[in-house]
């Protein structure tokens, strides 16, 4: 890859007549990608109150008083109570919600992802902006199921990678937290005599309960979100592909980008990391957090767009695939 200075450099030259038409397929797609979080937030408030945890309720009529501990362990004690009396309701709710999500993330989320790329591409290519619709284009007859079932096998690869490092953490969490659910909900103390009886009556070793073993779990989990992180980038080609061509199929298009980013991860992440000091300044104005990050997106975006067309271009110089397979035509 070249430096990073010459695909921002080219991402602004591109950008310099199109700026308004690239904020305006930013903010439409994200608001399209982002509709089913404030739907599925209100629904679940509405229909699942249980799901929703409250902040200190019954502790925020003390005015100025100091909380005391006593006060505190009372009122978690009390909330754990309500939850073991209305835990039908919340894994119902949460997993409504959840389903939900995926459902809109892998038929609209996804595809709508496809169609911001491909308009940032083809933008890079041309010299006056498309139009708004080709964001669109994923979604016409044809074209629809590829990109569903293209971006679906990604995700699930995604997936994967990202529940190892949870599952790892939990497995260390969870007997610290059938620990403290037991001193609190009973109002015991923590005490070796504790430990023993929990780990006789839920079955497990005694050493699964202490410091060591949260220190490993955390460290594993750690390893594996790196190697998390790795895969990540190492499959971040595909909607590009996708957008190039969604005949590609996910399992095609997936092993296209891991040959395309091989030995250029680093530099990838780095791209991302060259960002950074853009995204604290648009955190910075607190009152328009959103706004600021969008008007900044464009700018994002078409970075991206520039580095994928140079790994592509890299890649056929290679032999790794040809540009008639992306749907380019070869000029003689």
Known sequence: MVRRARLKLDARRHLSEKYGDALGVAVVTSLITGAVSIVVSVTSGKFFPEIQLPFLDGLSGLGDQEITYGELVDWLADYLARIRVSWPLIVLGALISLVATALYKIFVGNVISVGRERWYLRAAHNDVAPPFSL?????????????????LWVSIWLFIWSVIPTLIFLAGLLPSQLVLFHVLLNRTALTQGLLLRLSKHYGLPLFVFGLPMLLISMLLSLIMTLVMIRKRYSYCLVPY???????????QALNLSKAMTRGNIWKLFMLDLSFIGWILLCLVCICFPWVTLHLFAPYYFMSWAEAYKLLRDQAAKRGIIRMEELGYVRVT
């Open 241 to 251: 592909l996708l957008a190039d061509n969604p005949s590609l199929g996910g399992r």
């Open 135 to 151: 964001t669109f284009t994923p979604f016409r007859k044809g074209q629809y199921g590829k990109t569903v079932w293209g971006m």
